[in-house]
């Protein structure tokens, strides 16, 4: 999601939707404009009752712990446990789903499938800048679907492609990643729902630890505990040497085309921690984020890295691609680590722009969260042009 809340919210055309939740929180009766606010909330919701969920079970509600700094400053935390742990975060992705559905009916970007010795990973353009995936045995029809926020248009997918519907992966509990979860896993009953126990992910069935391995068909994917952004957020890799293929990170809302999530439930060591584990895996694996955050976050990568060759080559690629509204997945992660700032807090040339900078061993984990947080705090306020 990567901050859901404050990149839809909190910017251009989610701020009347901020100003709706923003109402409901400070109390309907506060004053006449806030009780109209609250029914017409209301009355979207009502036009889909058949939609509504219903209640998740208690032991899958993840309640935000509260100690230290708050980590949702940029957002508030009442704002943040509004989205994450009431109803109203629901309608609200309701809200963004419908208004998504008809300004792209088509989906926000033309996206290309990749296939790899019988497996095939297809992007599937959601929301207003989301992206969820199907991964396909291609020999067994069999697919699973990574955080599949729109049924519909995860469902058009599977049926175009002919192909059953076995699991579903979600990186974390965010409503923009796991909002399909309800109908997908009843439209298919056989459908396993996977996903961290930490992280309160709506319908459930099969909680994942650190390591763990869903085995598909010929699909061999691994979960990866990658905690800060959600404290349960999982990153899958799909191990590409069975197919003889690239492997495959869906990193959700972890790790971007040169940029990272917000950090709402943790802090930056946790954070870092999260990133070194994916800084592990090979220069060949293929990135598929959760968002189209590509050109923003390559803007920002400029003004902290202005002499980024790697970088500049990059942005001029993909603001090819963004002029006919082309996808920009997946990168990998050996370009990654050449120009994504929030991958290189090693480099010595970020940390005597940024920060105090560690020893010359470059090996002091404080120095290289200290420089994290405050790329994270430079990125929650720049402005793109």
Known sequence: MAAVVAATALKGRGARNARVLRGILSGATANKASQNRT?????HSSQEGKE???????????????????????????????????????????QQLRRARNRYPKGHSKTQARLFNGVKVLPIPVLSDNYSYLVIDTQARLAVAVDPSDPRAVQA??????????????????????????????????CRVYGSPQDGIPYLTHPLCHQDVVS?????????ATPGHTQGHLVYLLDGELYKGPSCLFSGDLLFLSGCGRTFEGTAETML?????????????LLWPGHEYAEENLGFAGVVEPENLARERKMQ????????????CPSTLGEERAYNPFLRTHCLALQEALGPGPGPTGDDG?????LLE??????????SK
Request: hydrophobic share 30%; charged share 30%.
């Open 317 to 328: 690629w993909v603001q090819r691609q963004r002029m006919e509204r082309k996808s920009t």
């Open 374 to 383: 405050e790329l994270r705090r430079l990125k929650d306020t720049h402005k």
């Open 273 to 285: 921690s999260s990133l070194d584990t994916v800084l592990g895996l090979g220069d060949d694996t």
């Open 216 to 224: 598909v068909g010929r699909l061999q994917i691994r979960a990866l």
């Open 52 to 94: 509504e969920p219903e209640p998740l079970s208690p032991e899958l509600e993840y309640i935000p712990r509260k100690r230290g700094r708050n980590p949702m400053k940029a957002v508030g935390l009442a704002w943040y446990s509004l989205y994450t742990r009431t109803w109203l975060g629901y309608l609200f992705y309701r």
């Open 39 to 43: 029914r017409a909330l209301q009355s």
């Open 157 to 190: 997918s599977i049926e175009k492609e002919g192909v059953t519907l076995v699991a579903i992966l979600c990186t974390h509990k965010h409503w923009d990643h796991s909002g399909g979860n309800r109908d997908l896993s009843r439209w298919h009953q056989d």
């Open 366 to 370: 404080c120095s290289r969260a200290q």
